[in-house]
């Protein structure tokens, strides 16, 4: 082999070398470059995009997908690799795989900094609840899986039922700027809502100021409860939440539409269903066509 070629496979293995180290490196809060491994993945019947549409989605040539690990039901960091697992990471490597681009996960702590992430170009795709407010600049498909909202109290509350919560002098505690926070600033007309950073906090914030009820994702709820104990989830749930995928409007309608149908796809060919069976979520189910 001549010199020459010799040099220019260095060259080549070099600058292959350094495009890794960015994508695994390049962070906000944490980033993940997600390998492409089948094997991890619920099998799926995906058809390659066009050159086109993939250039619409990851005009950087690496889709980044803004994952919310605040919601439990979604994605969570998983304890042994610490990178973010979960039925929103699935869906977004089997979308990268259909756009036949490298993934970048752009993990965050609460719904409203993956609403900033997508809004403000620092993602090209979210996972979140359907909201009229979000929807003015998020194009939302329609829901892959459906979640309950539920509120938590003390044992020895004397609120029983959803009712009572709306009343006047009574403080809620809620995730600012998550799904449930935009729904209840909406429906509640004399009770005092009282926002904490993120939901993964509610409840303890809720302990911290003495507020009278905490609401949240029902899966969250159940875990706070069994670790702090002295404390309830009423019966009734105060609202359904309805998880999407989302892309800026800006992408134009056919990108919408292209994702819409890429998430029709994916809960016919039961990838949801068997992503949700996989990462153990109980209490979240994969949405029907009305839903």
């Known amino acids: 082999m001549s010199y020459n070629k010799i040099l220019n496979m260095e060259r080549h293995s070099s600058m292959l070398r350094i495009f890794t180290s960015i994508l695994v490196s390049t962070a906000v809060l944490p980033a993940f470059a997600q390998p492409n491994d089948a094997s991890a993945q619920p099998a799926a019947t995906s058809k390659p995009a066009s050159a086109s549409m993939a250039a619409v989605f990851a005009p950087s040539g690496t889709l980044r997908a803004s994952i919310n690990l605040g919601n439990p039901v979604l994605a969570a960091l998983d304890p042994a690799t610490g990178k973010p697992v979960g039925v929103s990471v699935d869906l977004a490597s089997e979308f990268a795989k259909r756009l036949g681009v490298p993934l970048q996960l752009v993990a965050v702590k609460s719904a409203g900094a993956s609403v900033e992430n997508v809004n403000q170009d620092k993602a090209d795709i979210g996972f979140f609840a359907v909201d ?8 939302f498909t329609k829901p892959y899986v459906l979640i309950e909202g539920f509120y938590l109290v003390r044992a020895a509350s ?71 104990g002295g404390v309830r ?17 800006a992408k134009g309608d056919d990108a919408a539409a292209y994702l819409s149908k890429f998430v029709e796809d994916m809960k016919a060919s039961g990838f949801v269903t068997a992503s949700l069976a996989r990462h153990q979520i109980t209490g979240a189910v994969v949405a029907k066509d009305n839903d």
Not at 132 to 139: D, L, S
Not at 236 to 243: A, G, Y
């Open 233 to 249: 989830i009423l019966d009734q749930r105060f609202m359904v939440i309805r998880q999407a995928m989302g892309v800026p409007k």
């Open 158 to 228: 004397p609120i029983t039922t959803n009712e009572q919560v709306d009343q006047p002098g009574v403080t809620v505690a809620v995730g600012k700027g998550s799904a449930y926070d935009l729904f209840l600033t909406r429906e509640l007309h004399h009770a005092t809502i009282v926002r904490i950073p993120t939901s993964p906090a509610v409840v303890q914030g809720f302990l911290d100021q003495h507020l009278d009820v905490a609401a949240g994702v029902k899966q969250q709820l159940e875990k706070d409860a069994a670790k702090t």
């Open 132 to 139: 009229p407010k979000r929807g003015q600049e998020i194009a």
